[in-house]
């Protein structure tokens, strides 16, 4: 026995070693898929909220309260695993502890109480989800909910258009069973690299998933969202390029070549000729009026740069620092549309390194699976992806929030130092 085993206090070693207790896989899996389904606030959030946000809502409110509490029921049902899980992501742990702890400076603070919950339940159902599955479940657990999030999509678009088609700003854009149309082509996307990975886990049948990715991407043209396309396109890209680098040394030398090639090109050309650049891609120089209220929000950022605002709270204190930004833009800003900023708001610049520090690690060690590993189609394409959208949405760190759930638990299951592959 090590010295640290021997030191380690008998209760400790008894959980981690524990067993988890009996259950029906069949049920587990179901709530997987539902809780996943919930957290994209699909269909229940455009019925009960349609504003665009489930505070206005006390259902969607009180919904989740059920599904945290079967989330904990069942993290107990295995407290071994979940105490590895735990233990490999400190980092996303002290992200977390962070912005509960913002409550001691926040501007609303029963509103950073109440969403800071929230934030460490999501969180849970991801770590529970790395926890619970393999690798090759969960991934095939996150494309089947997808494929429903497409399905139900495109029917409401097609059998209710008064709901699943855009009809004012965006005329004829679809939303699915989305908000608006940019949530439907970012899910969307992700469902195409999920599909991409499904196939990869589940080569049986290859043809049915890719089927379900190529639905996914149709879905993500005709919802118009040019971000999402742009992120689409990255997963395509990220997934191809691995698919090349295995292929040998050769290829692998030479997607490095071009990754490292495109992206000093692109970096030159937002560099001498942004504007340009935008318009080529049928946006804005300001990208829709993004500049305008970022200039702005700097500013705020400046005069509390260390604490923030507190977690989720500058933007429903109406006689707070809000106020000001809305008279310098003109019009009810409704978030920062950019996930690193609203971090900032919440959290200071230190809350913007963790960020940083919690994603590039997970981004890294997608990297380190290139050559292994087919789960490396959705890890590094999926962390890619979350950056790159948010530069332009407030997507980083939310709760009840499909996409951070799903960081969650690839970001724990790539943190797990054996190879997760086999059935737990």
Known sequence: MSPIAA?????????????????????????TVLGLFLFSQALIGPLFAPSGSEETSIILRLMWLPVYAVTLVLMLARPGAILRTLSGNLL??????LMAVSVTWSVA????????????????????????????????????????????????????????????????????????KNTLGAVMAWGAVSGYAASRVDPKHWLFWMGCAVMCVALVLLSTSKTALLSCLLGTGIAVG???????????SLMMFLGLTGGITIAMILLVAPVEALQALGRDATLTGRTDIWGVLIEE?????????????FWVADNGPVFWVRQATNWDVPTAHNGWIEIALAIGIPGVVLTAVVYLQAFLRGVGRIFRG?????????????????????????????????FVATSAKLAERRDGSASR
């Not at 890619?384 to 996409?403: K, P």
Request: glycine share 8%; aromatic share 14%.
């Open 109 to 180: 603070p029963d509103v950073t109480i109440r969403r800071s919950f929230a934030l460490a339940m999501s969180s849970c159902f991801g770590l529970w989800m790395a926890s619970r599955w393999s690798w090759r479940e969960m991934i095939l657990l996150i494309a089947s909910t997808f494929v429903l999030l497409a399905l139900a999509s495109a029917m409401m678009a097609l059998a209710v258009p008064s709901m699943g088609v855009d009809h004012e700003v965006h005329a004829g854009a679809w939303k699915g069973v989305f908000w608006e």
């Open 7 to 31: 030191r380690e206090p008998l209760f400790l070693s008894v959980l981690r070693q524990a067993p988890g207790l009996r259950s029906v896989r069949f049920v587990e899996a179901g709530f």
């Open 92 to 97: 996303v742990l002290m992200l977390i502890g």
């Open 242 to 252: 691995i698919a090349l680098c295995r292929r040998g040394f050769g290829f692998a």
């Open 301 to 313: 950022i400046r005069a509390v740069p260390w604490t923030g605002y507190g977690y989720r709270a």
């Open 374 to 406: 087919p789960e490396t189609y959705w890890a590094l394409a999926f962390v890619a992806m979350l950056f790159l959208v948010s530069i332009s949405e407030s997507n980083l760190v939310q709760q009840n929030s499909l996409g951070w759930v799903l």
